[in-house]
């Protein structure tokens, strides 16, 4: 397995680099006799003197993905005392190939794809989700609109994750650049990470002020809540980007900011936050619907309507859903801890799931978008029908007219 040279590089690289000239000097005077391969740096690994014939051993470097740092890679010293070189490329080559554990590689991919396989069919279902509801104007209202931007949300979140996939993880030499798109790209992506659950937020405080404020004018409060929804996870990503942008530590810049530094708490408490709004918001919603439903009716009724406890009931459930990855961090196993795969797993299938989730209980689980489906499919089903039952008593008639052909003039008359 072959180095590459990165346009940025890694900071432990650059050190090992400098720690590894500073000690092939020093033992150059002390240079074994006979025919040798002398030490040398090739890019990861610093590599001592070997005889000819043998092999140098060290062990595999840990700021590598994938690499496990308890395996030993070796460089092969030829009989005429020359590195071993790569017949393709006719370079020293050091072999790293033993540095992989391919079990550990097989599971980390299955991960991926539960991550691409739950964001891609997240992502049909949120687009057919926004077609049906704009395309039925009769549904248009305030709830409806914040479901839309809450689909949005989801969709453009979903998008930029599987480039994320797709363009960065799947090119080492991305990561190794650590250029300015990519670094782009993850803050992009985490901002409308932010803005899905700033958005479960808004649908919970509407909600909320509902049923609990009895007098309000909604589309003041929509127009309030499509401002907070989409600029106040703008502010956390600024905030984020400065801080780790001008951080104290290399390792924290590196790799396209994937790599899990302290900075990540930055994005972690709002979404934990609005949560814990949420929370208690469906604990104080529950509340008010159990009065109004205790409550004996007045001239025009002082319970909720049927629409907003059908919303209420899937804000309900997905509340604890979304987010449940970030609520257990807290409580995340150790590399090689016998629980972190199910940890891993799970949280692929929470963080890839989300958008169908939303997506089929506020639209395809929801009582009027199904009621204005089915008076759709009726009117064009009946429609058919009436069509096809009309040709039905017309094609006698035309049958006769061909079979005939066209009356003659005055053939009436005789």
């Given amino acids: 397995m072959t180095t590459a040279t990165a346009t940025t590089e890694h900071p432990e690289i650059a050190q090992r680099r400098l720690e590894c000239l500073d000690k092939l000097n020093e033992t150059v005077e002390s240079s074994p006799s006979g025919l040798f391969c002398r030490g040398t740096w090739d890019g990861w690994q610093c590599w ?58 097989e599971w980390r991919q299955q991960v991926r794809t539960i991550y691409e396989t739950g964001y891609s069919i997240s992502l049909i279902a949120l687009i057919l989700s926004l077609g049906i509801l704009s395309y039925f104007r009769s549904l248009k209202c305030a709830r409806i609109t914040l479901h839309m931007n809450l689909f949005a949300s989801f969709a453009s979140n979903n998008t930029l994750w599987l480039l994320w996939f797709r363009l960065v993880l799947a090119d080492p030499e991305v990561l190794r650049h650590n250029g300015t798109p990519c670094i782009a790209l993850h803050l992009v992506l985490h901002y409308f990470l932010l803005t899905n659950y700033a958005w479960m937020l808004c649908e919970g405080f509407y909600l909320h002020t509902v049923l609990v404020s009895a007098f309000i004018s909604e589309k003041k409060l929509v127009n309030w809540l499509v401002v907070l929804g989409w600029t106040a996870p703008g502010l956390v990503i600024m905030v984020y980007g400065f801080l780790r942008a001008y951080a104290s530590s290399p390792m924290d810049t ?100 989300q958008g169908i989730f939303v997506a089929v209980l ?53």
Avoid at 64 to 70: C, L, Q, S
Avoid at 342 to 353: H, K, Q, V
């Fill in 48 to 105: 001592p003197d070997a005889a000819a014939g043998s092999s140098a051993y060290a062990l595999c470097p840990p700021f590598i993905t994938g690499f496990d740092p308890t395996r030993f890679a070796h460089k092969f010293c030829d009989e005429y005392g020359e590195w071993f070189r790569h017949p393709t490329t006719n370079k020293t080559w050091s072999n790293y190939t033993s540095c992989i554990n391919y079990d550990d590689f």
């Fill in 362 to 414: 506020f639209c395809f689980f929801n009582g009027e978008v199904i009621a204005q489906v089915k008076r759709k499919w009726r009117t064009v089903f009946l429609r058919t029908r009436t069509n096809s039952y009309t040709a039905t008593q017309v094609s006698p008639v035309r049958l006769q007219f061909i079979r005939s052909g066209p009356p003659v003039p005055g053939e009436d008359k005789v």
């Fill in 254 to 353: 590196i790799e396209c900011w994937m790599n899990e530094t302290s900075y990540g708490t930055v994005l972690i408490a709002p979404v934990c936050i609005s949560m814990l709004l949420n929370l208690l918001f469906m604990c104080n919603i529950i509340r008010v619907v159990l009065l109004k439903l205790k409550a004996p009716a007045g001239p025009q009724g002082t319970g909720p309507s049927r629409t907003i406890l059908q919303a209420f009931r899937a804000t309900l459930l997905l509340v604890p859903l979304l987010g449940l990855q970030y609520m257990l961090t807290p409580f995340r196993p150790d590399p090689g801890h016998p629980y972190e795969r199910t940890y891993e797993t799970i949280s692929a299938f929470t963080a890839s799931f």
